[in-house]
């Protein structure tokens, strides 16, 4: 009688402990679920994005135009941009967003360069240049004298007769002085000097201090090497995948290696050091195409 009696009780605490420990995870579950419910719902939105161009840049409103032709405006506050862009009218970009639709005014993750207005506008298609004759040179400055070339000639043999040729001639015999960039490319066989003819790319205005920034000598013009232009200067830094190269006098410029992941190492390798960098656009554009990295001694 006294083992039934303990049997009974060893029975009874046993189907305690399993109530307990049924009623303990159906604890632990409601309490998993009330924290998952719990999560902030602007957490749980989707990562998406808007293809569409700057129409202006107020502080930190950005304005973009959509494809349909509307305008939406962004707070910009947060969102990541690489410094090197500066937004301007005309740049295609990618708006990162939270949600589902973008609306009207509201927070942006990141503003990211797609197709820089630069890339298709005309007017950043070619530098210019001019044909000539050296007439004096020094390390700072370039009397140069525009000559006929196969362009002039044409405009010179289409004038009527001779006054008009002279006149033709005439117009394209005028001598500038150029300012020598501190970053200045040379394409010369030696020594550039008096005499020389050359092609000279420039900055600036003709008649309003025009900058020399390239100069390619007549007997190099069928060389591989009168296809390469470049900058000189000393890579200062590497942020976000843009290489800073600083000029002697200061001036900066920026390339991007366009995904070259070897040519970044090379620009992190030779940071500090004296370099010419090649590229494959326009030296006025905000960011330029690298093509390569050549140290100089």
Known sequence: ??????????????LTMAACGKKASTAETTTAAVAESSVPESEALDTNSLDCFVEKLEGNKLTVKVDD??????????????????????????????????????????????????????DYNADPSIYGVIKSIDANTIQFTEVMDGRQEAVSEAASDDKNQEDAQEEFGKTYTFHRAAYETDVAAGDIKAGDYALINYLGDLDKDPVCYRICTEDMMEDEKSDIYGITGTIDRIEDGIIYLKASDGTEFKFDPSGNDDLLKQAEADTGKKVEITYSDSIRQRVMTADSIIELQ
Not at 81 to 104: C, H, K
């Open 1 to 14: 009688m006294k083992k039934f009696a303990a049997y009974t009780a060893l029975g009874f605490m046993m």
């Open 69 to 122: 032709g509307t305008s939406m405006t962004f707070d910009i506050s947060n969102a990541k941009i690489n410094p090197a862009w500066n937004l301007m009218e005309g740049d295609e970009v990618e708006v990162v967003y939270q949600g589902s639709d973008p609306t009207d005014g509201m927070a942006v993750d990141a503003v990211e360069m797609s197709v820089p207005f630069e890339f298709t506008s005309e």
